[in-house]
């Protein structure tokens, strides 16, 4: 069964930074791109960071220079390093692993995600 575990959110200052990590099991991890998602408090989910294994990365538009995505495929993981960060950051954190270049997630069944805030 697919298990996708993230952690690291916390409450960061305008400006700092945090380390999100992301635990994965059940699947071949090489096999699949892997992505971060977050969702705001009355929004829907957005793509934030994408990685190809061995290709490249993608960033939307509001975290590009801020946020970096890296994996390890050793160890099953995907971590979320962010800098300079907003109030609008704010959000639940989620990981899946990505289909293509549609930024879609694949597995239907998310983690229970990590929570970051922001302070003005």
């Known amino acids: 069964q697919v298990q996708l575990v993230e952690s690291g959110g916390g409450l960061a200052q305008a400006g700092g930074s945090l380390r999100l990590s992301c635990a994965t099991s059940g699947f071949t991890f090489t096999n699949y791109a892997m992505g971060w998602f977050r969702q705001a408090p009355g929004k829907e989910r957005e793509s934030v960071a994408v990685?190809?294994?061995?290709?490249?990365?993608y960033y939307a538009d509001a975290v590009k220079g801020r946020f970096t995505i890296s994996r390890d495929n050793a160890k099953n993981t995907v971590d979320l390093t962010m800098n300079s960060l907003k109030p609008e950051d704010t959000a639940i954190y989620y990981c899946n692993a990505v289909r293509g270049a549609s930024l879609r997630a694949v597995f239907g069944s998310w983690g229970q995600g990590t929570q970051v805030i922001v302070s003005s």
């Open positions: 990685s190809w294994n061995g290709v490249g990365t």
